[in-house]
T-cell receptor
Framework: ELKVEQNPLFLSMQEGKNYTIYCNYSTTSDRLYWYRQDPGKSLESLFVLLSNGAVKQEGRLMASLDTKARLSTLHITAAVHDLSATYFCAVDMPEKLVFGKGTKLTVNP | DAGVIQSPRHEVTEMGQEVTLRCKPISGHNSLFWYRQTMMRGLELLIYFNNNVPIDDSGMPEDRFSAKMPNASFSTLKIQPSEPRDSAVYFC????????????????FGPGTRLTVL
């Protein structure tokens, strides 16, 4: 059974700081997704990483995938309050996604 | 594009009542997924369909839950009888199904139905 572990589960950081969220998974997969969920809202797709070494960037967020290490990272650069949300990684099973428990990020002024 | 549409957005019912949640996927998408989200268990996949056919229902908690997809533009998730522990947010998601065999496309989530069973 595929297990997906995110850490940390809770992250409180100050505006302007950098931090990384980690997503480890237990079996081979070449495709990984990152989603964002605002409180009381639905999930929004951020990135899809399709191969080993893939790197995607959007604004202050950068995601990478190392399939050999079974690890993906979501790096936050110079955090701003608008990035406060819960971030999920999801691993291709295949044909279905297995989600991590999410990392709740709070960016404080 | 209207995105994935779910109804109702909120449902409050009493234990023992039947509950039906509805989903309209994005037009042209071939795969449809039902998820349940709670604080305790996180996001759980209940069942998914490909071309209207149920592929994997191993996440359906018990026989009280059933799901159907009578056509490409409509799916229902039914709970009968409902229990307080079914209280959760239920999401429907759809994907194009273009990634090819053995892969999963980006899934597009609906706004969710918040179910409260008293």
């Amino acid at each position: 059974e595929l297990k997906v572990e995110q850490n940390p589960l809770f992250l409180s950081m100050q505006e302007g700081k950098n931090y990384t969220i980690y997503c480890n998974y237990s079996t081979t997969s070449d495709r990984l997704y990152w989603y964002r969920q605002d409180p009381g809202k639905s999930l929004e797709s951020l990135f899809v990483l399709l191969s080993n070494g893939a790197v995607k960037q959007e604004g202050r967020l950068m995601a990478s995938l190392d399939t050999k290490a079974r690890l993906s990272t979501l790096h936050i650069t110079a955090a701003v309050h608008d990035l406060s949300a819960t971030y999920f990684c999801a691993v291709d099973m295949p044909e279905k996604l297995v989600f991590g428990k999410g990392t709740k990020l709070t960016v404080n002024p | 594009d209207a995105g994935v549409i779910q109804s109702p957005r909120h449902e409050v019912t009493e234990m023992g009542q039947e509950v039906t949640l509805r989903c309209k996927p994005i037009s042209g998408h071939n795969s449809l997924f039902w998820y349940r989200q709670t604080m305790m268990r996180g996001l759980e996949l209940l069942i998914y369909f490909n071309n209207n056919v149920p592929i994997d229902d191993s996440g359906m908690p018990e026989d009280r839950f059933s799901a159907k997809m009578p056509n490409a533009s409509f799916s229902t998730l039914k709970i009968q009888p409902s229990e307080p522990r079914d209280s959760a947010v239920y999401f429907c998601a759809s994907s194009p199904g273009l990634a090819g065999e053995g892969s999963t496309d980006t899934q597009y989530f609906g706004p969710g139905t918040r179910l409260t069973v008293l």
